[in-house]
């Protein structure tokens, strides 16, 4: 049986076969265009396909969708340090600028890069399925905590803006897209390793019955590597 993805690899393949085997007979041409002293001053011939259409008929033997991964916390945690670092903390910044707040913030930053917030895999899990308490918590704790270690002026600084309130409104707004995204890369690794087994041969599908086949339209774009080609007028320095 053979799988779907592989008969599509390798219509793909024959295009890039094709457009191979196109630009050695127009290699060769080249050379003929040199050679003659009237062709020499004309273009080389050459056709070009912009794009192309196949269209599959097959029949779908078996489906076979594995049990999804664990999520990747590992990731996940990367993007939500980014995200703290990059976005939260400087979002605090607005208008607060004489108050020396950027220096507090950029300390705060500094603090986060050695010791990131670390991400709970259950956490994460609950996230995902609707529910961002834990993560918004843990954060919270951690977060004051990198605050803990800063320089007692950076502390004061960073006190005057009532800051617990603030990290307890803005976290929230923040864990929905985390969790949006740690679904996302779950469900494409688990895609990536889901297989459909197609029959796809003329004489099996003429044993099957026209309402059980299937049909797939592939549209290939080939204008991104199309080459121009001049006149075969060049001369070899």
Do not use: C
């Amino acid at each position: 049986m053979t799988g779907l993805g592989d008969v599509l690899g390798a219509l793909l393949t024959d295009v890039v076969r094709a457009r191979l085997a196109a630009d050695a007979l127009t290699a060769s041409a080249v050379a003929a265009y040199r050679d003659d002293p009237v062709l020499a001053s004309l273009s080389v011939p050459r056709v070009t396909v912009t794009g192309m259409t196949v269209r599959l008929a097959f029949s779908a033997a078996e489906v076979a969708v594995p049990d999804p991964q664990p999520l990747d916390v590992s990731r996940a945690a990367r993007e939500w340090n980014i995200t703290l670092r990059d976005r939260l903390l400087p979002g605090l910044l607005p208008g607060r600028e004489e108050l020396g707040m950027d220096e507090a913030v950029r300390l705060w930053r500094d603090a986060l890069r050695r010791a990131p917030v670390v991400l709970d895999a259950v956490a994460l899990q609950r996230a995902v399925a609707g529910d961002p308490g834990n993560v918004v918590a843990s954060t919270l704790d951690q977060l004051l905590e990198r605050v803990r270690t800063l320089p007692q002026h950076a502390q004061a600084r960073l006190q005057q803006i009532r800051l617990k309130e603030e990290l307890q409104r803005e976290l929230p707004r923040e864990v929905p897209p985390l969790a949006e995204r740690a679904r996302q890369w779950q469900a494409a690794e688990q895609a990536l390793r889901s297989r459909v087994q197609v029959e796809v041969t003329a004489d099996e599908l003429e044993r099957r019955r026209p309402e059980t086949l299937q049909h797939i339209e592939l549209a290939v774009s080939l204008a991104d590597i199309e080459e121009f080609i001049g006149p075969a007028t060049d001369t070899e320095s």
